[in-house]
Structure formats: structure tokens, C-alpha cells
């Protein structure tokens, strides 16, 4: 079949499926049915030490889906605490459960542990941050591979489209 096709021609092809399986079939999802996720920034949840910490999640659980969210002290951190919170997942999919960190101190850890009545959900580590130092990304459970989203694919299909006509016409 390919020796039909000239040689630019393969190389088109041959780009093409390989664009095609690393868009296509390159994301990792977890084994669950119902994803749930904690916001994050930089790997870790961050909470300042105040009276009204917010850890944050998203989720595609059904709306008013209760949760119940836990942080627990983790490694050296004095004192040592466990606080939970019981919440809903509200109609746009996202969560957030208020805790008093004010008698916690910088640089404290702990675990956030999310859960409904079949077991944990989602879990991530966390620390107690000053106030200018928080700000929040949203982890996902779906990993694309980096560069290769929508827009660069049909981008990349595009300029290698012109390429092969450009090397066709000479």
C-alpha cells in the first residue's frame, strides 16, 4: 500500500498517526467511576492560618453528593490535629469545606482525605502557608500529554497539510 505513495506523501501519513495516537489515546483516568479532585498549588493544598481556611475540590459526583473532607496533622507537626468537615457537591460540580487553621502554624503539614459512604475519594497533602503566599490551581485526575492539546494538534494537522501540498506541487 505505502509503495503506491510517493515519499513526502508517507511521511505525511506516517506524522499524521502518530499525531493521532499521542492526541487521541496518550491520557491517564483513574480506575474510579466518580472522579473527585483537590484543588492544589504546586502538588500540595495550601491553607493559611486563619479561622476560615477553605480547601476546595471539584468533582463530577452527582449534585448535593454529600462528602466528608478530613485534615489530619502529618509528620512532625505539633500539635498535632484532626479536623473534618461535612459538605455537598454543589450543582457546578465543586466543593468547599471551611476549617480553623488559626491556632495552626506556618509550615505545618497535614493530609486532606475526601470521602463518601464507599470510602475515600481523593487524598493529597497539604501545608499551612502565610497569607501572600497562597494561590490555587485545580489538579485533575486526567493527565494529557503536555503540548499536544486540541488547538496544537489541529495546529500541527494544519501546517503539515500545507507542507505536503507545497512538496506535492514541485
Do not use: Y
Not at 474510579?32 to 484543588?39: A, N, T
Not at 495546529?155 to 497539510?161: D, K, M, P, R
Amino acid at each position: 500500500m505505502f509503495d503506491s505513495i510517493s515519499s513526502p506523501s508517507r511521511a505525511f501519513v506516517a506524522t499524521l498517526v502518530v499525531i493521532g495516537a499521542l492526541v487521541g489515546g496518550a491520557s491517564v483516568v483513574t480506575a474510579q467511576d466518580d472522579s473527585v479532585s483537590i484543588v492544589s498549588d504546586r502538588e500540595q493544598v495550601t491553607v493559611t492560618s486563619s479561622d476560615d481556611a477553605a480547601i476546595q475540590g471539584t468533582s463530577d459526583l452527582s449534585a448535593d453528593k454529600n462528602l466528608s473532607v478530613r485534615v489530619r496533622a502529618s509528620g512532625d507537626t505539633e500539635p498535632a490535629f484532626l479536623k473534618t468537615s461535612e459538605v455537598s457537591v454543589g450543582e457546578d460540580g465543586n466543593f468547599t469545606a471551611t476549617f480553623d487553621f488559626s491556632d495552626i502554624p506556618t509550615n505545618s503539614t497535614f493530609t486532606v482525605t475526601v470521602a463518601d459512604d464507599s470510602g475515600t475519594l481523593a487524598e493529597a497533602e497539604g501545608v499551612v502557608v502565610k497569607q501572600a503566599e497562597t494561590t490555587t490551581s485545580a489538579s485533575t485526575t486526567e493527565s494529557p500529554v503536555p503540548g499536544f492539546g486540541p488547538v496544537t494538534a489541529v495546529g500541527a494537522l494544519v501546517a503539515l497539510a500545507a507542507g505536503a501540498l507545497l512538496v506535492g506541487r514541485r
